[in-house]
């Protein structure tokens, strides 16, 4: 597609479910990233796909947080046992070659996810 | 470590009336900085970015941003404000090396009065 696509784009569940963010990331670009947007936060950095490897995962706030990619395009980050506090936008962002510096990051719309 | 700040959390402006939103990053380097907005319910579109060069930048709609290395700073600006800039904006600053996330200010909210 012509730009960064996320689905569900709303999901609302209940604490202690488990959730499926998906990420189509533009096509051809290695890098890919995942941020959480929550309210009067700004946006905080997850994890880092680098193709299907993950060098950089230090922003995952716990274990319950986890994320794949699979032929080094579609990515998914799932979240166990949610709690209220996971409620926020979770954005997915691509580049062709991994640098934040040089090369833009284009950001898909978002998936908000609630947690009752 | 890089970090960004906004200190404004939420500006109100009149409509034609001329806007400036503030940012102010840290880091110990030349760094590359990015403006973006956000709009209700949409994803970060990039209005413009600085990585070198001129100072002055021009980006979409209209904006321009001018990064001044004294004072650390990358305020965006627009002439002439239209009710459709209505928005969150977020600066943010990144680092030429592979793996690196942008990090983000919290966001300034402009609301435009008519």
């Known amino acids: 597609g012509a730009g960064v696509s996320q689905s569900p784009s709303n999901k609302v569940t209940e604490k202690g479910k488990d959730v499926e963010l998906r990420c189509d990331p533009i096509s051809g670009h290695t890098a890919l990233y995942w941020y959480r947007q929550s309210l009067g936060q700004g946006l905080e950095f997850l994890i880092y796909f680098q193709g299907n490897s993950a060098p950089d995962k230090s922003g995952l706030p716990s274990d319950r947080f986890s994320a794949e990619r699979t032929g080094g395009s579609v990515s998914t980050l799932t979240i166990q046992r949610t709690q209220q506090e996971d409620s926020a936008v979770y954005l997915c962002?691509?580049?062709?070659?991994?640098?934040?510096?040089?090369?833009?990051?284009?950001f898909g719309p978002g998936t908000r996810l609630t947690v009752l | 470590a890089q970090s960004v700040t906004q200190p404004d959390i939420h500006i109100t402006v009149s409509e034609g009336a001329s806007l400036e939103l503030r940012c102010n990053y840290s880091y110990g380097a030349t760094p590359y900085l990015f403006w973006y907005v956000q709009s209700p319910g949409q994803g970060l579109q990039l209005l413009l970015k600085?990585?070198?060069?001129?100072?002055l930048v021009q980006g979409i709609k209209g904006f321009e941003a001018e990064f001044k290395r004294s004072q650390s700073s990358f305020n965006l600006r627009k002439p002439s404000v239209h009710w459709s800039d209505a928005a969150e904006y977020f600066c943010?600053?990144?680092?030429?090396?592979?793996?690196?996330?942008?990090?983000f200010g919290k966001g300034t909210t402009l609301s435009v009065s008519s």
């Open positions: 943010a600053v990144g680092v030429d090396q592979a793996g690196t996330a942008l990090i």
């Open positions: 962002a691509s580049n062709k070659r991994g640098g934040a510096g040089t090369d833009t990051q284009y």
């Open positions: 600085y990585f070198s060069g001129d100072t």
